[in-house]
């Protein structure tokens, strides 16, 4: 009887082992958990920023568009501002967190080095935002070097989010 309880209790204990083994995770899940709010949140930021800027080009470029107005102009450019800033500040957060990982080091710089361009035509959109008369052209081209610049850090975030693993929606917990 005591070597059938001391077996069970073996088997118990390399029961408990196994499952404690096989629910540590691989040595990219932290980084992956970490990453997966921030990374989710940046993309939808520099999408909505480009998103803004493509409406405000579609809005200059209507023909019936005679004149921008001031208030649809500064609301585009405050917008655009807002979506740049938190795309920024999720990349800084993923950046302290990466520690050594030098794949995405690279990522986060390529796209630190995009999101750093678009940032700098949008100061130039919101000069131009803040003159009595807003120059249309001149401001859709500063919004087509936006897109340019956000669809770039786009690409390569997700680049980097695929190489994550996270690409995909998390598991549902049961």
Same mark, same amino acid.
């Given at each position: 009887?005591?070597?059938?309880?001391?077996?069970?209790?073996?088997?118990?204990?390399?029961?408990?082992?196994?499952?404690?083994?096989?629910?540590?995770?691989?040595?990219?899940? $932290?980084?992956?958990?970490?990453?997966?709010?921030?990374?989710?949140?940046?993309?939808?930021?520099?999408?909505?920023?480009?998103?803004?800027?493509?409406?405000?080009?579609?809005?200059?470029?209507?023909?019936?568009?005679?004149? !921008?107005? *001031?208030?649809?102009?500064?609301?585009?450019?405050?917008?655009?501002?807002?979506?740049? !800033?938190?795309?920024?500040?999720?990349?800084?957060?993923?950046? &302290?967190?990466?520690?050594?990982? &030098? @794949?995405?080091?690279?990522?986060?710089?390529?796209?630190?080095?995009?999101?750093?361009?678009? @940032? $700098?035509?949008?100061?130039?959109?919101?000069?131009? =935002?803040?003159?009595?008369?807003?120059?249309? $052209?001149?401001?859709?081209? =500063? =919004?087509?070097?936006?897109?340019?610049?956000?669809?770039?850090?786009?690409?390569?975030?997700?680049?980097?989010?695929?190489?994550?693993?996270?690409?995909? *929606?998390? *598991?549902?917990?049961?």
């Amino acid at each position: 009887m005591q070597k059938f309880i001391a077996f069970g209790l073996v088997g118990l204990a390399t029961l408990l082992f196994v499952n404690s083994a096989s629910a540590q995770s691989d040595a990219t899940s $932290k980084m992956r958990g970490e990453y997966n709010f921030r990374g989710g949140s940046a993309s939808r930021s520099m999408r909505n920023a480009r998103e803004y800027s493509h409406a405000y080009r579609e809005y200059v470029r209507t023909p019936e568009v005679e004149k !921008v107005e *001031p208030e649809v102009a500064k609301e585009t450019a405050d917008a655009i501002d807002q979506y740049i !800033v938190k795309s920024q500040k999720h990349m800084a957060w993923m950046r &302290k967190h990466a520690g050594g990982d &030098k @794949a995405t080091l690279a990522s986060l710089d390529v796209i630190d080095k995009n999101l750093e361009a678009a @940032a $700098k035509s949008h100061k130039e959109l919101q000069e131009m =935002c803040e003159k009595a008369e807003i120059d249309g $052209k001149g401001t859709a081209t =500063c =919004c087509d070097t936006i897109d340019e610049s956000l669809s770039a850090a786009i690409a390569e975030h997700d680049k980097l989010m695929k190489r994550l693993g996270l690409d995909k *929606p998390a *598991p549902k917990k049961k």
